[in-house]
């Protein structure tokens, strides 16, 4: 299971996902190795780091990258390690994917896209047509983690992708066993202060307007800074910083409503799914990512980058009486448990599988004729 992020970065979508599908594949049994590019030392038998990390600013956001990872290392890990399948997320990213896709052609490779950019530059667009030729050859299988990843995939991968969305352990993320309230109403923000897409510039305008209204409300922000400056000082807002995943799971079962004001180029809602999983009510932006996940009777969905409707929506949220919200988060929990990693793990594995036989059989792999 390769990721192509930085490992030790607390925060980070794909990352999750890939550990937590490893998760679910060894409890029905399989062995699961996670290999990727880290800043800092993991002690963790199931984990394989390369040094190598930097930065490289892409999509409205910073990417720890594996971009100087050595070749030598690379090729002494998979002499000394034999695997059934190899697992590539996000596998256009440079340059630990290649290394270790061209050192390893004799083995099924599996892809799972899950960017997604709403426009594109054209130059960018050609490079990742041009890098790919020198890859997907040797893929036999390609997931995507929602319909706009797969939109924004297939000009690269020209080939049919399965659709398997993120998962979220609903046994990790739990709604509270009761919830306390001290008469105000609890947001949360979950996201890279720092990355501009996640809006959270407009969720504290937002919000300044909810106090000034003099509402009961308070709000807990979770996330790096990374280059910005720290949130305002408002009565009621808590800035938490990058936290753990224990701690993390505590912030969504203390809040009363999750808040995802994003600008776009999300393909998926990972922090929905965990709001959701832990039977908590959803106010976000209305962006083809985000619309994917959120349920109609759970979520209010707001003009993305548009603050007075943002500070309107969580008004109104703020105001509903607090059984109507434990309702909306009760359905929310319902939709969530069907994106149980258990149940989706063994669709991922199916695609190992198809990608064990096609290798094998020698089959066509796709439309560049490699087999």
């Not at 780091?49 to 002494?76: E, H, Y």
């Not at 797969?150 to 979220?168: C, D, E, F």
């Not at 066993?177 to 937002?206: S, Y």
């Not at 105001?319 to 149980?340: F, I, M, V």
Request: charged letters at 20%; one cysteine or more; proline letters at 8%.
């Amino acid at each position: 299971m390769m990721v192509t992020y930085d490992l030790a970065s607390p925060c980070g979508g794909v990352k999750h996902h890939a550990q937590q599908l490893a998760a679910a594949l060894r409890r029905r049994g399989d062995y699961v190795k996670v290999v990727g590019p880290s800043s800092a030392a993991i002690k963790d038998a199931e984990t394989h780091t390369f040094s190598g990390v930097v930065n490289v600013p892409a999509n409205g956001s910073d990417n720890m990258l594996g971009i100087f990872v050595s070749p030598v290392s690379i090729a002494k890990f998979f002499r000394d390690n034999q695997f059934d399948v190899i697992h590539v997320h996000e596998p256009l990213q440079p340059s630990l994917s290649y290394w270790s896709v061209w050192m390893t052609r004799n083995i099924p490779h599996v892809a799972t896209f899950h960017a997604y950019a709403e426009a594109e530059a054209r130059s960018f667009l050609l490079a990742r047509k041009a890098w790919a030729k020198t890859i997907f050859p040797w893929f036999q299988r390609g997931i995507a983690v929602s319909e706009p990843a797969a939109r924004y995939a297939k000009p690269s991968w020209g080939r049919p992708l399965t659709i398997i969305p993120n998962g979220v352990p609903t046994d990790i993320f739990t709604p509270p066993p009761e919830h306390v309230t001290n008469g105000h109403v609890r947001l949360l923000f979950v996201g890279r202060i720092g990355d501009r897409r996640k809006g959270a510039r407009f969720l504290f305008d937002a919000y300044r307007g909810l106090i000034e209204r003099q509402l009961p409300v308070t709000l807990d922000v979770v996330g790096e800074l990374g280059d910005a400056a720290p949130p305002p000082q408002l009565p009621g807002l808590r800035y938490h910083g990058p936290v753990g995943f224990e701690r993390l799971t505590e912030l969504y079962r203390s809040c009363d409503v999750f808040v995802a004001p994003s600008t776009g180029q999300e393909s998926f809602g990972i922090v929905l799914l965990e709001a959701m999983a832990s039977a908590k009510p959803v106010v976000c932006s209305d962006i083809d990512g985000y619309r994917q996940v959120a349920i109609p009777d759970g979520a209010f969905l707001v003009p993305p980058a548009d603050a007075a409707a943002l500070e309107e929506r969580l008004a109104h949220v703020v105001q509903l009486d607090p059984a109507t919200r434990a309702r909306q988060g009760e359905l929310n929990r319902r939709a969530a448990e069907g994106y149980d990693w258990d149940r989706l793990a063994d669709r991922v594995r199916d695609e190992y599988v198809a990608a064990i036989s096609v290798h094998g059989g020698g089959k066509s792999n796709g439309s560049n004729g490699a087999a």
